[in-house]
């Protein structure tokens, strides 16, 4: 027959696609499973919808709407109505693209890791330098010259050939610890520090009025430091000389003096 053409040969007419399985580009596709509960196109167009209706539930009497659900529902449906919005609202949720993003900082290569030292410990917990302040009380040579404190120190002072001695003190919070304060100094006099009991061992017993005091020598190669911590009220007392060795040995009398005259109160 003349006209007749086969549904397999066929050719696409205008406004369909020329794929098998395609629907027409006048039609929408069937709408797709979101990787929630609720399909896509019904969270983007349904919800805001059904939240805009159980809000005007609640607003003003319309007794004269042409519309029925426009009308405000009794008191005792009320509930139930907001039990349902919130309800719906908690499964629903914001949409598939409302997810949960992580978020991971790397630290810069270059700062490395934050240690707590003791000189950080001091600088926060340090308290101002005043009498008032110390829980103690102490008797000082009169060879000494009262000297500027730093940064750290509540009292200081100078004595010593040329001035060049110079002792300090200093109050730490008691988790400070007693031991990481003696190595420190070890440090800082050029002293092998590697086996903290072993320095340990040199720490005398120093009986004082109301308190206990740790005191310990340390000579380096060129400096000495002589120190004592009381460990006080949660907190530690540091008293500390440091010198050359030779104007360190001249003063010590006087330092130890000073030292064995702490009394709390």
């Not at 610890?177 to 340990?200: C, H, K, Y």
């Not at 000495?224 to 009381?230: A, Y």
């Amino acid at each position: 027959m003349t006209g007749y053409r086969s549904k397999k040969s066929r050719t696409p007419t205008a406004g369909t696609s020329a794929y098998s399985g395609q629907f027409p580009e006048n039609r929408i596709p069937p709408v797709r499973k979101s990787p929630g509960f609720w399909p896509c196109r019904f969270q983007q167009r349904k919800i805001p919808r059904l939240a805009a209706g159980i809000c005007l539930c609640f607003s003003a009497d319309r007794p004269n709407s042409s519309r029925p659900f426009l009308r405000t529902p009794p008191m005792s449906a009320r509930p139930l109505i907001l039990l349902f919005g919130l309800m719906l609202t908690a499964i629903c949720g914001c949409g598939p693209d409302a997810q949960v993003r992580r978020y991971e900082a790397t630290p810069d290569p270059g700062q490395g890791q934050k240690i707590l030292t003791t000189d950080l410990i001091r600088g926060r917990f340090q308290k101002g330098g005043s009498a008032a302040s110390v829980p103690f009380r102490w008797v000082v040579p009169q060879s000494w010259t009262a000297a500027a404190q730093d940064q750290f120190s509540q009292f200081a002072w100078t004595t010593g050939p040329a001035q060049s001695v110079r002792i300090t003190v200093t109050g730490l919070p008691g988790t400070a610890g007693i031991e990481p304060q003696f190595v420190r100094w070890g440090g800082q006099i050029n002293l092998d520090t590697s086996d903290p009991a072993a320095l340990m061992k040199q720490v005398e017993q120093l009986p004082l009025r109301g308190a206990q005091g740790q005191w310990i020598e340390l000579r380096g190669p060129a400096d000495t430091i002589l120190g004592m911590i009381v460990s006080h009220n949660e907190m530690l007392w540091v008293v500390k000389l440091k010198g050359e060795n030779a104007a360190a040995a001249e003063v010590r009398a006087s330092f130890r003096q000073f030292c064995e005259s702490w009394q709390a109160g």
